[in-house]
């Protein structure tokens, strides 16, 4: 009965992941925009597993030991690549998508190993030294789309980098509606504090990527 219930709220999407290991994501039937896996996610999920990032049969593992919070997280697709990639992860976002995180977290478990996760909540704009000091890594996928969520983000993202923190921001470019005036907005006000570079497509993954969503590295001004 417990597992038609549950057939009943999730479907599933599957990543595999360059080693053949396949993450498994629960998405929400009904439910608010994180309650599914959006495509900037899994180009930002499948870049973390790039050459430059993760290169197993040359010993390099940039993601081994190093501290991942992940804003906006959704289903939590990017941290849980991060994990099993070694990393060490806090993928955070509202109250009411943290059943569907730590659903995804521990149906993911068996492929984390050196690595660890866990979901916890944050309201950008709001209090975060729980999320201090500054990790080594802030990842986010398609975070850039509510007109008042623009200003507490950055303002978050103030307080939670540090002057060697990597932000790394992935979105799709949306040409209709408000969206082009979100972004500019976002990009104007987070270009006060810091620099801001884009990754050309032939260093993402040549298949999960598209010219309409970027990836950005992001770092606080010195």
Known sequence: MAAEIEQNIYF?????KNDGCVLKLKQ???GDVGCVV???AIVLAKYLETKQFYNPSLGVNHWASRTVLELGAG????????ATLGAHVT????????TLL???I???QALISSGSMSAKVLKWGEDVSDFLPPPHYVLMADCIYYEQSIVPLVESLKVLAGPETCIICCYEQRTEGINPKVEKQFFELLQQNFTCKEIPL???DPEFSSPDIHILHIQKKV
């Open 12 to 16: 599933v999407r599957e990543i595999e």
């Open 28 to 30: 929400c039937y009904k």
């Open 38 to 40: 959006w495509d900037a």
């Open 75 to 82: 289903t939590g697709v990017v941290g849980l690549m991060a």
């Open 91 to 98: 993928v955070t976002d509202l109250e009411d998508l943290q």
């Open 102 to 104: 730590k659903v995804n």
């Open 106 to 108: 521990q149906h993911n």
């Open 202 to 204: 032939d260093k993402q």
